[in-house]
C-alpha cells in the first residue's frame, strides 16, 4: 500500500477519545467498558481504510468490534467512517497487531478476522506472516476456547501457508473456500483490497479456523 503521509492524523485521532482510546493498553480485560452493551468482542488485525470493519458493525450490532491498524495515516479512514456512522460497537485502535497480549487478556475475545495481509513471500520471513505460528499462539491466549478465525486473501501461496500453518498447529477448519465469489457464499462483506482484486478477476480464498479445547 503506498501511503500518503498525513501530518494532521494524529491530532485528529486524539479528538475523538470516545472512539480511539489514547492508551489501548490500559484496556487489557476492560474492553467491554468502552460499548454501549456487553457482547462478544471480534477483532480485526491490519483494518486498511476500514471498509470492512465498519460495515461489518453497522450489519451486525449484536456484536462489539475493534479495528486494529498500525498505520496512522490509514486508520485514519476508519475514524472518518465511524464519525459519519457513529456505530456504538466500534472501536479503533492505532497499534502494532505484533504482541496482542499487550492489548487483551487471555480470553476475551471471541474472534479474529485477517484480511488481505501482506503475503511476505520470501521463506526468511515467514514468521512475519499473521497466520505464523507465533502469530497463532498469540491468538490462541487472547481467544475464548474454541475461537475463530476468519481469514481472506487473494495470495494463493499465502493461503496453502496459512492451512499448512493451522493445521500443524492443531486447528481444525469449520469451511473452506477457493473461489469465495463464485461459491454462493452469502452475507460476505468485502474489504477494499477485496473489491479491487476480485475486479480484475482474482480469485478470492477464505477459510473460518477454529482452536480445539
Not at 521463506?123 to 499462539?137: I, V
Request: aromatic share 12%.
Amino acid at each position: 500500500m503506498r501511503l500518503r503521509h498525513k501530518p494532521w492524523a494524529k491530532d485528529k485521532l486524539a479528538e475523538y477519545p470516545q472512539y480511539v482510546p489514547e492508551k489501548p493498553e490500559d484496556l487489557i480485560g476492560k474492553w467491554q467498558t468502552r460499548f454501549a452493551k456487553e457482547q462478544p468482542i471480534h477483532l480485526e488485525v491490519g483494518s486498511g481504510k476500514g471498509k470492512f470493519i465498519v460495515e461489518m458493525a453497522a450489519a451486525h450490532p449484536e456484536i462489539n468490534y475493534i479495528s486494529m491498524e498500525l498505520q496512522t495515516s490509514v486508520i485514519i479512514s476508519v475514524l472518518e467512517l465511524q464519525i459519519e456512522a457513529q456505530l456504538p460497537n466500534l472501536q479503533i485502535v492505532n497499534a502494532d497487531g505484533r504482541d496482542l497480549s499487550q492489548y487483551f487478556s487471555p480470553g476475551e475475545l471471541d474472534r479474529v478476522y485477517l484480511n488481505f495481509s501482506d503475503p511476505w513471500p520470501k521463506k526468511r520471513h515467514e514468521k512475519r506472516r499473521l497466520t505464523s505460528s507465533d502469530f497463532l499462539k498469540q491468538y490462541q491466549i487472547i481467544l475464548k476456547p474454541k475461537g475463530e478465525i476468519h481469514f481472506k486473501t487473494d495470495n494463493q501461496g499465502l493461503f496453502e501457508f496459512s492451512l499448512a500453518s493451522m493445521s500443524e498447529y492443531g486447528m481444525f477448519f469449520k469451511q473452506v473456500w477457493l473461489d469465495l465469489h463464485r461459491s454462493g457464499y452469502e452475507g460476505n462483506i468485502m474489504t477494499e483490497y477485496e473489491e479491487k482484486f476480485s475486479s480484475r478477476g482474482s480469485r478470492i480464498y477464505r477459510l473460518e479456523a477454529a482452536f480445539r479445547d
